[in-house]
């Protein structure tokens, strides 16, 4: 049954909120199968059956391989790229356990089509979205597990998943820039800002009246308030804006900058040896927005404020070249910017930022190492135990280096800073560890996310998977543990303990998601719950149904043709898993409706004559079954 040598077997911990039934039940089948196991870590309450790593107990590298009816120990979240939308993994078995659609269209679930999802969409219209950087909302510098953020670069987006359902319940557009790209959130002392650096320099106003005034160009760092979704101010900025993170004081942000050049041509961009960190100063924009100092742009209302050099609000650290990636290591001491075009990466002590504000130091002096690590820097990551982990983009590798070291052998002692290289498969972007952007970052895992697979997968025509490679850490020396093809294109992802995700089994019937369906139905006389009502008002036609397995709670009605119908269907099931759809054939129209959810969708009833709906989620032995006609009378 199980295998004493498959070491990976997930810790189960009853404290943990996905410790349901169901792992009980594989607790006792494990009980059962393999006593001798047991001995180690003991039947107890709380008890780790197996460890899942530290190089999973010296046997060698931990598996990523989990067992049949194991849950996994991590939730990775994994952003879509430019398909627009989120994903769910586990891990360490990488298997794919949910998509989230935000930013695009999902046939599915019928995100895109249905009111309720139009109603988050907004009008903007856009239905591509281009998903770099997922991160989760915290208090105190840990996860909290209420929201995960996600940028749109495509159309200069913000959105919020909740972490109780996982859907998308907000976005936001950033008015007066372009392309939202590096996105993180304040860590502490708890996620009142997203903040969210839009890439792009462009003209203001941009009223087509320009192109070529470029010195006139400018890009800004934007605040979103995490819970209402507003952008709360914007800061102008010297430079365009790449990616960004946030100190453990919840004082500081800062981003990196690739153009300093303020360049519209790749040479241009590439001129200077050195480009900037800009470090923005919370307090102190806070107090500047409270003292009513800042414009405004255009139509927009969100306070604007000149960020640019010279500001009290920001300061510049010159860096090398191109910097990409920013990084803060889990205990708030450092933060490390990746060189890109230079093969160093520069690390911050984020303590002296205060001295630099006041003007008692200059900017480099908060830089304390700048240290090569080979061709192509983009990325880092931290294990806690005070190695960072850094993507080199032309190298093909994971360098595993040690802080402090790196520190002294600037100061130059002689030291090897540089643990191990590490090959992976190929060219890295990102990488992330387990809870590594957190205070909680354990070390076990790291997961590099590769832009080229080429041979490592069987081939599917000219267009190739990525390859998000996932690597023990746990031990003295990183092991590659598995291959993982993804489709377009992980830039970024992040690893949360299953301890801190909380979601729910079925829906609350008070959801705001369908909050405005329920409000309708609530002026149409229509209780959800029990009627099963078609409401006629003009042209517009109402049909309101309930839906419990295998059937919905009107298997007929009547429209004429031209109406524009709306069909609103409540699933009463009270059954985890029991999620019914709502398919009108030939109408372009469906919907996932999951167990006391409310979904509706709007049509144009434009062809006469007799057309089946039916179930299209798998709800039970007579799913088939489970249909209905819409008579459309000719007009
Ligand atoms: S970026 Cu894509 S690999 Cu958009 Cu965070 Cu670095
Ligand atoms: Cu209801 Cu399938
Ligand atoms: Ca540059």
Redesign the pocket.
Known sequence: MINPKDKHLPKIDTEDAQASEHVKMSRRLFLGGSAALMGAAGAGVGASLLPATAQAAKGGPASAHVGPGELDEYYGFWSGGHSGEVRVLGLPSMRELMRIPVFNTDSATGWGITNESKEVLGNTGHLNGDCHHPHMSMTDGHYDGKYIFINDKANSRVARIRGDIMKTDKITTIPNVQAIHGLRVQKVPHTKYVFANAEFRMPHPNDGSEMDAIDKYFTMFSAVNAETMEVDWQVIVDGNLDNTDADYTGKYAFSTCYNSEGAVDLAGSMRAERDHLVIFNIERIEAAVKAGKFTTLGDSKVPVLDGRKGSELTAYVPVPKNPHGINTAPGGKYAVANGKLSPTVTVFQLDKFDALFEGKIKPRDTVVAEVELGLGPLHTAFDGRGNAYTTLFIDSQVCKWDVEKAIKAYNGEKVNYIVQKLDVHYQPGHNHTTMGETRDADGKYLISLQKFSKDRFLQCGPLHAENDQLIDISGDEMVLIHDGPTYAEPHDCMIVHRSKVKTRKLYDRKDPTFASTVAMAKADGVNLETDNKVIRDGNKVRVYMT?V??SYGMDKFTVKQGDEVTVVVTNLDQIEDVT??FCMVNHGVQMEISPQQTASVTFVADQPGVHWYY??????AL?ME?RGRMLVEKA
């Open positions: 839906s397995a295998p019914h759809g179930c299209n989620w798998f709800c039970h799913h489970m």
